[in-house]
């Protein structure tokens, strides 16, 4: 066999599998979006845009990533930091930290709710220490502030840990050395952090971030869990679409413009990190 | 002035001591080499000069300043790392301007400091690029030229000529020289290669097992090497070693052959190294073993007294194997170890 066609050959069946399962439920959901009445038009967009709940969803899941993405980032800099500055007890310390990534949204979204609920943790404390009289109403609509704080935490709580990964993986890979000399040249722990760490960590926070906007612009499950309907994101009003209106064509169209925001902002990450040629480590 | 001064340096990693009560002092301006295997400490010592390792005990002094509780970049000092530690993030201008940023100099001073060690390294061209874009001379030659730009009174390097391939070494290393003789600073170089060693250096400290073995200038160790193992480290190839059976009155029997020597009780080990033997009537009986013609001269190796023994010989001479011959050492180059303490006897 020719060695030209081996790299082909050895791709084909990831590839194969990505068009079966990826590209052609993709290619349905898109010809979905654009099919209604029997034609092709822009009628479910109008109609899933033009409802008075678009927008407010939309700003929803913005603010909420918004909120958590730059706390996400800032937390799992400052853990892998430390955790690659551990001489012992280094991967004790990794496991523990990334024990929420082995939790289920919905399972991490039902554990805050248990804190936060009128029974919950958080009243419970608060009426023991006297602090209150008498349990209250925490999640309610009322208190659309603080729903949106339970919401921010629980996903900060989930979801550092996948950043914290990629992040030690990728300190891991700086020699040691561009600190010596940077020390030797005078750079302090923190400029040493913002001139070395920070610009060659720029691929691994590339790819941490790429995840991590991506997937804050798909909350879902955590904000059932804590908000119900106080709190609508992208992601709820497809859900509702698809099983509440049976309205397929309109998720469809939503979940277009989710990908399309997801693209946008991965596009902008790419650009706003890229690394010139023959900068990298 | 920047003398350096290690005052009864030791150095414990866990239970493993690393270097044992280290006494140097290098002169203002001198090039001193530290010069050993690999795992003899020597790097650990320049490191801990540097200030990037804590010594166990002792002090460093530099420019009569004790700096041994000071971070590196208050010691006065510049580096060049093994691995060169060019910053890939950065350009070249960047690179040997990041030391003088740090310190906050006036952009101006930044750029013509820059623009002058730049000059002198001859990569004024390259400032521009990144280090992916540079071959591994043009790295080692900003690595350089970022520790002079700093002009400090001391500039330590890690064996910086390793990763380079042996012609753009050599090159280096002249260049090296001049450069550094040029800027005035007093240097402290690393390295395993006893031929760099040799060139460089104004002194060399030759380290074993965490030990300064000797320290002196560089003929002087080469024709006195003041133990057995610097006799056997330095010179290519080594110092023979023959063993000498005491006839009492400072004679020796060395290979069935009286020779005269120091007056020592107890047995000696005879030294010679192999270009100072020459074939002659009366001497050293050998049996050849094996000729290596190398162009200028012949190395052969022998078999005296049922020792191996190199010599080095003219290349005109037409050796086969088994051949027998007379070696004569020359008497002002013969040197006697006591091999109880493995030190020179004079």
């Given at each position: 066999m020719s060695p030209r066609y081996l790299p082909y050959i050895l791709i084909l069946p990831v590839t194969l599998f990505l068009c079966a399962f990826f590209l052609y439920p993709f290619l349905l959901v898109a010809r979905q979006a654009f099919l209604s009445d029997g034609g092709y038009s822009l009628q479910n967009f109008r109609e899933t845009m033009g409802y008075w709940k678009f927008s407010i969803s939309l700003q929803n899941t913005m603010l909420l990533a918004l909120a958590v993405v730059p706390v996400q980032v800032s937390l799992a800099l400052l853990m892998a930091t430390m955790v690659s500055r551990m001489k012992k007890g280094r991967d004790l310390v990794l496991y523990i930290w990334t024990i929420p990534l082995g939790i289920s949204d919905l399972a991490a979204g039902i554990i805050w709710f248990a804190i936060f609920e009128q029974s919950g943790f958080l009243n419970s404390m608060l009426t023991g220490l006297g602090v209150i009289d008498k349990p209250a109403v925490l999640l309610g609509y009322q208190n659309p502030l603080l729903v949106f704080i339970a919401i921010a935490l629980a996903e900060i709580w989930r979801a550092t840990a996948i950043m914290l990964v990629i992040l030690v993986a990728g300190i891991g890979l700086i020699p040691k050395e561009y600190y010596e000399a940077a020390e030797v040249f005078g750079a302090s722990p923190w400029q040493r952090f913002l001139r070395i760490t920070l610009p060659l960590l720029r691929p691994s926070l590339q790819t941490a971030l790429i995840l991590r906007v991506v997937l804050a612009f798909e909350v879902f499950a955590v904000v059932v869990a804590l908000g119900g309907t106080l709190f609508p994101v992208m992601m709820g009003q497809i859900y509702s679409y698809q099983f509440d209106l049976q309205n397929a064509g309109g998720a469809a169209a939503l979940a277009l413009v989710v990908l399309a925001i997801s693209i946008a902002f991965t596009l902008v990450i790419l650009r706003a990190l890229r690394v010139p040629k023959g900068a990298t480590i | 002035m920047a003398e350096i001064q290690i005052k009864n340096v030791a150095k414990a990693f866990g239970s493993y001591t690393a270097l044992h009560d280290i006494n140097l002092t290098i002169a203002d301006q001198e090039f001193m080499v530290l010069l050993g295997a690999s795992g003899c400490g020597k790097t650990t010592l320049l490191r801990i000069v540097a200030g990037l390792e804590t010594a166990t005990t002792g002090e460093v002094w530099i420019g009569g300043r004790r700096v041994d509780h000071l971070p590196p970049k208050d010691r006065g000092i510049a580096m060049v790392f093994q691995n060169y530690a060019?910053?890939?993030?950065?350009?070249v201008f960047e690179n040997i301007g990041f030391g003088l940023r740090m310190k906050k100099l006036p952009e101006a001073e930044v750029k013509r400091r820059v623009e002058r060690t730049a000059t002198l390294m001859h990569i004024e061209q390259l400032l521009g690029r990144y280090s992916g874009e540079l071959s591994g001379g043009q790295r080692q030659r900003v690595a350089v030229a970022r520790a002079l730009a700093m002009e400090p009174d001391v500039i330590l390097m890690d064996e910086p000529l390793s990763n380079l391939d042996a012609l753009l070494r050599l090159e280096m290393r002249a260049e090296l020289k001049g450069v550094l003789a040029e800027s005035k600073t007093t240097a402290i170089y690393v390295t395993h290669d006893q031929v760099e060693a040799m060139s460089l250096a104004d002194r060399i400290s030759v380290m074993h097992q965490g030990r300064i073995v000797q320290a002196d200038k560089p003929v002087a160790i080469y024709r006195n090497p003041a133990a057995e193992f610097v006799a056997g480290f330095i010179g290519n190839p080594p110092m023979n070693f023959l063993p000498a059976d005491p006839r009492g009155d400072g004679k020796w029997m060395v290979a069935g052959q009286v020779i005269d020597g120091p007056t020592h009780s107890g047995a000696l080990k005879f030294a010679i190294r192999p270009e100072d033997v020459k074939l002659g009537d009366h001497g050293l009986p050998a049996t050849v073993r094996l000729v290596e013609p190398l162009g200028a001269h012949l190395l052969v190796t022998c078999d005296v007294g049922g020792t191996l023994f190199r010599a080095v010989l003219d290349s005109d001479l037409s050796l086969k194997l088994g051949d027998t011959l007379t070696l004569t050492p020359q008497g002002d180059r013969q040197r006697w170890f006591d091999p109880a303490t493995t030190l020179a006897v004079a």
């Open positions: - | 060019v910053f890939p993030h950065l350009t």
